[in-house]
Structure formats: C-alpha cells, structure tokens
C-alpha cells in the first residue's frame, strides 16, 4: 500500500506545479521565463497517468458496467464543475461579459467542440473536457488495454493524432490538442502500471538515485529543445515532459522530507477541487488587492485562499453524499 502513497503524492504534487503556473503567469513575465514556467504544467500528464492507474485499479478490484461506471465517475466530476462554472458566471456578469454562451457550452458540453467556449469560463476547464471523454471511451480502452501491444497501439494512435492536428494547423487550438486521443498513451500507461500492481506489486519500487537524476535532466533537456524548437517537435514533447517531471518528482518524494510528502499527499484529497476553483478565487483577490500590496503577497494570498476555498468546496460535496 505504501506505492499507493506514491499516487497520492504525485497527484498533489503535478496539482499544486499547475496552479503555482497558472498564478505565475498571471504576471508580466519575460517570454523565456513564462516558457520556463510552463514546464509546471507538465503536471497535468501526471494527473492523466494517475487518473488512468486510479480508474483502472478500481475496476480490476470491482468491476463496473458502463452504465454504471458513468453514473459513478460523470457525477463525481460534473457537479463540482458545473457550480464553479455557475460562479463563473456571475462573476463576469459583474465585469459586464458575455455569459450566456459560455455558460450553456460549459453547463452543456458542446463547448469542447467549439474552440471560443472551450476555456471560456476558465482556462483550466479544458481538463474536464479531455477526461469525460476518456469516460465516454472506457470500455474501448479497457479492451485495447487488454491486447497483445495494447500500450504501444496506444502511442502510435497518440502520435498519429499529434501528427494529424498539427498538419492540419490546428496545434495551438485546445480543442484539438487537448482531444483524448493526445494523452491517451499516457492514460493506458497509467492502466498498466495498475495492473503491475495488482499482479506483481514489487515490480513498481521507485528507482534509484542513479537512474532518476540522469533520466531527469535528460528528458527535461529534451522537453526544452523540442518546445524551443517549434513545429514540428513540439507536437511529440509529452514525452519527455512526462518522464522529466515524474523523475523530478520521484526525486523530491525519494528525498523523504516527511513535512513536503505529506503535503503533497493531503492535497491530493481535494485536488480536482482545486483545480477547479483555483481561476475564479485569482481573479477575486486580484481585482480586490490591486495594486494594494506587493506581488509576493498577493501570490501568496492567492495561493492560501484558493487552498483553503478547495478545501471547504471538497467538504461540501463529501457531505452531499452522505
């Protein structure tokens, strides 16, 4: 079980480097810091894998039908999403903005089809899309999880939709690089490792030093090059991105630093949460703090208002359900 802690560390971990990206960028930043700063972001392959390991192990324990496996998951995601976006929209009602549509796209859906709606209550919102649509498709990816290759047909169908978005000049529009198929190698791997554990969980021991470290400034050069270098490398560097800021990851949970690993741990329980809410709670301390205090203040106000409001959001679905 203690692997198991792994997940949760990660997970919290790959949470928290998104928002802290989210909030830094919402600064002015010379263009090779905010390109620097984006690596936070890689988290999100980490939360996809995890997703992938978390969905896939409870399945192999309880097995769902798919009925049932939409009920269960679509809730779990929707709700917490569709309040938030309500929220939303008020608040750019106040700012005068156009909601209606915004709002139907998101309440609705539709908006992952629409490029103008996809982040428009939020550029953290494409997430919800990618991940309903890894529910629509989960008995398909069930059953290619479960063929002879299945991981590697995996990749080849993530590269080939790579290459096929950016041919077609669509490498920059969300809705098309954040469509699942682009992570889907990442989703099955993440199933894999589940089922690794399941059959032989000594197999998943964390690597060495000897190996993370080199793996690490290795994959994470490869990351920079291949995102300085443009079209068309940069449709293939969720590769090295993944395995740089998992190995980078591993390092500091491998450190043993009780205080940060069980932080990273706790967050986990409320990190969708947090995700969600993050957005909305900047611009509120934003447009309230303006040009009131220092930026490293507001950073840090931003931060624990948006921790705690994740918190207590996270508590009000737990007692929803009871």
Known sequence: MKKLDVVDFLRGYSIFTIVLMHLVQSYPLP???????????AGVHVFILCSGFGLYLSYLNKPLGYKDFLRKRFGRIYWP????????????????????MPLLGNLLLFKMFVPELESSM????WFVSTIIQFYIAWPLIVRLINVKWGGWIALAISLLWS??????????????????LQYLWEFCLGMKLAKIYVEHPE??????????FPVCLIALALTGVMGWAGFPWRLYNDIPSLIGYTALAMMVYKAGVGLINRFFSYTNRFSYEWYLVHILVFQLVMYVTKDRMAPSVEILLCLMLSYVAAMGYAQFFVKRKK
């Open 122 to 125: 939020g550029g953290q919102m």
């Open 203 to 212: 197999a998943l021991a964390i690597p060495k030093w000897k190996y993370l």
């Open 31 to 41: 263009s090779w810091l905010i390109k620097a700063t984006s690596f936070g972001g």
């Open 163 to 180: 290459t096929t978005v950016g041919l077609l000049g669509y490498a920059e529009e969300r809705v098309w690089n954040s469509f699942f």
């Open 81 to 100: 999403m569709a309040f938030v976006c309500i929220a939303t929209a008020l608040w750019m009602l106040y700012q005068g903005k156009e909601v209606l």
